[in-house]
């Protein structure tokens, strides 16, 4: 079964730059089984995807976000990471990594989300 992990701050400034690694066990990222994406899930939005790493290193993310968001991997590391600029306080969030299988619909749907991390929470306030 494939595992997840999520790390990154807790508490941010607005503007600055939010960076969280998802380290994935038992599951190569480099699987072609395997997609990897980033979504959040607040009170005011609910559950949100930002985008996807395919199993090829190709990125998708959802188009609000797509001028700000960047996913990433360390295959070394088999970890894949998100980077989003110039947070503001509408990105304080509880954020998680999870794995889809291809094929998927064009958003992912939550149901296509099999493996979750547990989640960790994004403050961005003044």
């Known amino acids: 079964q494939v595992q997840l992990q999520e790390s990154g701050p807790g508490l941010m400034k607005p503007s600055q730059t939010l960076f969280l690694t998802c380290t994935v066990s038992s599951g190569s990222i480099t699987n072609s089984d395997y997609s990897w994406n980033w979504i959040r899930q607040s009170p005011e939005k609910g559950l949100e995807w930002i985008g996807v790493?395919?199993?090829?290193?190709?990125?998708f993310y959802k188009p609000s976000l797509k001028s700000r968001a960047s996913i990433s991997r360390d295959t070394a590391k088999n970890q894949f990471s998100l980077q989003l600029n110039s947070v503001t306080p509408e990105d304080t969030a509880v954020y998680y990594c999870?794995?889809?299988?291809?094929?998927?619909?064009?958003?992912?749907?939550?149901?296509?989300?099999?493996?979750w991390g547990q989640g960790t929470q994004v403050t961005v306030s003044s």
């Open positions: 999870a794995s889809t299988e291809p094929p998927y619909s064009d958003p992912p749907v939550p149901k296509e989300f099999d493996y």
């Open positions: 790493l395919s199993a090829a290193g190709n990125t």
